[in-house]
C-alpha cells in the first residue's frame, strides 16, 4: 500500500511543511556527516604509500561523489518523511539516516584514522547493510526516495570491492 501526502498523512497528522526547508536542514545534517567524514579522512603518508588497485577512481573524484551522494541522500529523506503517514513512521526514517551516517563515518574513522582497512572490509558490510535497509523500507512511503539511495549503494558496494583489494595488496595490514 502507499500512502500519499494529500490522502493519509495530512488526515493522520496535519500538514506538512513545504519542500524547501526540510531540505534545508536535511542537505544541512547530510553536509555536517560529509565534512564529519572528511575530518577523518586523513590522506596522509600512510594511505599513499598503500599498494591500490589500478581501477581506483583518482583521490580527487571521492569528494564530488560523495557530495552527490548526500544530497541525493538528503532529497530521499525528505521525500520519505514528508509522505511518511506517523510521527512514529517519520521517527523509523529519521533513525535509519543516523545509522546509515553511524556506519559511514565509522568506515573512514577505521580505515583512515585507526589505519586499519582490514577492521573497515569487516565494517563495510554493517555500512552497506544500513544503506539497502533504508532504500527497502522507504519504498513504503516513496518510490523516489528509495531510488535516490540507490547510488549510495552502488558506491558502497564499490568500496567494499575497493577496501577487499587494498587488503588484499597489503597483506602488511593485518600483520600489525
Known amino acids: 500500500m502507499t500512502y500519499t501526502h494529500t490522502d493519509t498523512a495530512e488526515a493522520l497528522t496535519g500538514p506538512r511543511p513545504g519542500f524547501w526547508k526540510p531540505f534545508g536542514i536535511a542537505f544541512l545534517l547530510a553536509m555536517v556527516v560529509g565534512g564529519l567524514g572528511a575530518l577523518t579522512t586523513d590522506l596522509s603518508s600512510w594511505y599513499f604509500s598503500l599498494n591500490k588497485p589500478s581501477w581506483q577512481p583518482p583521490d580527487w573524484a571521492f569528494g564530488p561523489a ?3 551522494i548526500y544530497a541525493f541522500t538528503a532529497l530521499a529523506a525528505v521525500y520519505a518523511w514528508r509522505e511518511a503517514p ?3 513512521d517519520r521517527l523509523t526514517i529519521v533513525v535509519l539516516f ?7 563515518l565509522l568506515w573512514s574513522l ?4 585507526l589505519q586499519r582497512p582490514d577492521w ?3 565494517e563495510v558490510g554493517a555500512l552497506w547493510a544500513s544503506v539497502f535497509i533504508p532504500i527497502v523500507v522507504l519504498a513504503r512511503y516513496s518510490k523516489t526516495a528509495s531510488w ?3 547510488p549510495y549503494l552502488a558506491w558502497v558496494t564499490f568500496a ?3 577496501n577487499y583489494t587494498v587488503v588484499q595488496l597489503n597483506p602488511q595490514i593485518i600483520a600489525q
Open 66 to 68: 560523495w557530495t552527490i
Open 86 to 88: 506517523t510521527r512514529d
Open 98 to 104: 543516523l545509522c546509515t551516517a553511524f556506519f559511514n
Open 110 to 113: 577505521l580505515f583512515f584514522r
Open 120 to 122: 573497515a572490509l569487516i
Open 148 to 150: 535516490l539511495l540507490v
Open 160 to 162: 567494499g570491492f575497493l
